[in-house]
């Protein structure tokens, strides 16, 4: 039996994306925020990747001075910093101090990268779509960078367990990897 779901609960149906860690500001006032609502957008030459912010956050006014941002991917290992960095702003603290975490200077853009993480996208937003309470942002990679031995073309679950956001303080994590059979393949 499937019952009606709630507008407001409807996204819980797609999610929960891969949550990463999008770095903004420079070297020298770096800021971190958690985020879940992303998703790659194009694979070709540029790669693009869609992520929503909301108006109101400081990581926002960040990204909107230099139009860059750093694409972080944490595992299971930094729970509880992913965590605290998307429950405060970066504004009145030093979210990577507070938090543990490591900046890094980037080759391609300002914001640093984190440290700790596995993966690294550097980005430059390409374009913003204007929403009611939050913006949908086009960035584009400009830099990619993987810890090879989690990521051989793809994440090794097996090895490297990304987080999944699930509402509160509640996260799955991504623990292996399973293959269809396949029947045969199908004309596109």
């Known amino acids: ?16 994306g891969c949550v990463v860690l999008v770095t903004s500001g420079t070297m020298e006032k770096p800021n971190v925020m958690t985020f879940s609502w992303q998703t790659p957008a194009n694979n070709a030459d540029p790669c693009l990747v869609l992520l929503v912010i909301n108006h109101i956050r400081y990581s926002y006014e960040l990204i909107k001075q230099n139009h860059e941002l750093v694409i972080n991917v944490p595992g299971e290992e930094l729970l509880e910093q992913a965590h605290f960095a998307g429950q ?63 990521f051989d073309g793809k994440w090794i679950p097996e090895k490297f367990h990304t987080l999944h956001y699930l509402g509160g303080n509640k996260y799955g994590v991504m623990d292996r990897a399973i293959e269809a059979r396949g029947r045969g393949k199908t004309p596109m």
Do not use: Y
């Open 1 to 16: 039996m499937k019952k009606q779901v709630p507008l407001d609960k409807a996204k819980w149906l797609v999610e929960p």
């Open 88 to 150: 405060v702003t970066g504004k009145n603290i030093d979210k990577f101090s507070q938090s543990g975490l490591t900046p890094v200077a980037a080759k391609m853009v300002q914001p640093p990268l984190v440290k700790e993480c596995a993966a690294h996208l550097e980005c430059r937003v390409a374009d913003i779509f204007k929403m009611q309470t939050h913006d949908l942002l086009v960035c584009e990679v400009v830099r990619a960078l993987a810890d090879t031995e989690l």
